[in-house]
Every structure is written in C-alpha cells, then in structure tokens.
C-alpha cells in the first residue's frame, strides 16, 4: 500500500536500522550545550566607552561655556613703552625712539629762509591768447552703434569692441545709459550726453 504524506512536509529522519540479531544503536548521551549569557565582557566595555564619549561630548560645550577664558582668542598686551621688544631674528630691524621737537628762535633765525611773502604774475599781462591751432585737439567722441537688444539688455559695438549694457552702465567715454526704449517699432538706447544710439539695421 503505497504511503501517502501532506504535500510540501519533509519526511522525518529516522534512523538507519538494524542488522538482524543485533539491537538497534543507543543515542550517545553528550553533554548538555553550556548557554552563553547574552552581553560578553568585549560588549559592556564598548557600551562604556560609548557613553563615556557621549558624556564628555555633552559637557564640553557646557565646560567652555562657562570657562570662557581659557578658551578662544587671546589678547596680546602690549608694553606702554614703544621701543622695547621681545622680537629677534636677523630680518629684524629695532624701532628707533624719534620725537619732534620745537626749534628754538636762534635755530629759526639761522635757517636759510625767505620771509618776505611773494606771488607769482603772468610774465606778460598784454600777451595774445593762444590761438585755436596752438591748443590741443579735444578728445573724439567715440561712435556707438547698437548691435542687438535682449531682456533688459543692449549689446553696442564702438572702435575698441563689443560691449554689453543696461540702465546705469558707464559706457567708455564717462556717460551713462539712460534708457533703452522702443521708438516707432526700432530700438534705441539714449545716454546722459542726450545721445540717442538707434538700432543697426
């Protein structure tokens, strides 16, 4: 008859069995597994370190807190005296104690000087004024044309290159940008020099 067991159950060991005329083997009586305790020595001394450094890390803000003295930046007293130092070394050059000190009358009287009080005149007061091809050239005012617009911003382009602005930029002639507006459907920028710069086509 064939043996049927619950599907997915093991089968239970049993032992192997024995000759014919001979009894089956004993269980060999072994010594009873010793339970260990459940921390070892290794674990609690871990577990005091750890609350020893939680501890001391606890109290040491604290500690400093209160001792605030000991720690932190020190203050170097320095001597009333000004030519007296603990400094030495051959880059060191010794302060030199150097007061003013008031010149007396004779001391005055016998200096080379010239009390007579003195102006300075034009050499010749009926002198032309110099004429226009004497003085010098003015400056060039430097020509911008405005390149593109974009958010706020203006790219302009002048004889040393590209520059972008916006409102308040200083430009390279000491003017300011005023404003960049929209004039009959173009792009304008207008500057403090009342120059209006329009849009290059």
């Known amino acids: ?20 005329g001979m009894s089956p083997p004993a269980k060999p009586a072994g010594a009873r597994p010793r339970r260990k305790g459940r921390y070892s020595l290794s674990d609690a001394i871990l577990a005091g370190i ?3 450094i939680g501890a001391a890390s606890f109290t040491f803000p604290w500690y400093v807190f209160f001792n ?20 030495s070394g051959p880059f060191y050059t010794p302060r030199v104690n150097w ?12 200096l080379p000087l010239d009390f007579a009080p003195t102006g300075t005149v034009m050499p010749h007061r009926t002198a032309p004024e110099t004429t226009g ?3 010098p050239f003015p400056a060039r005012k430097p020509a911008y ?7 706020g911003r203006a790219m302009i382009q002048d004889a040393n290159g590209f520059w972008v602005v916006e409102r308040g930029s200083i430009l390279p002639d000491n003017s300011r940008v005023m ?11 207008r500057t403090s020099n009342d120059a209006v710069i329009e849009l290059t086509p």
């Open 1 to 20: 008859m064939a043996s049927w067991r619950i599907f997915g159950r093991k089968r239970a060991r049993t032992g192997e069995p024995a000759l014919a």
């Open 50 to 52: 750890g609350l020893g």
């Open 68 to 87: 605030q003295d000991q720690f932190g930046v020190r203050v170097v007293d320095f001597d009333a005296t000004e030519i007296e130092s603990d400094l």
């Open 99 to 110: 007061a003013p000190q008031r010149l007396t009358q004779e001391e005055i009287a016998e």
């Open 133 to 135: 091809s004497v003085q």
């Open 145 to 151: 044309a405005l390149v593109h617009v974009a958010k």
């Open 179 to 189: 404003a960049i507006e929209k004039r009959s459907g173009s792009w304008v920028l």
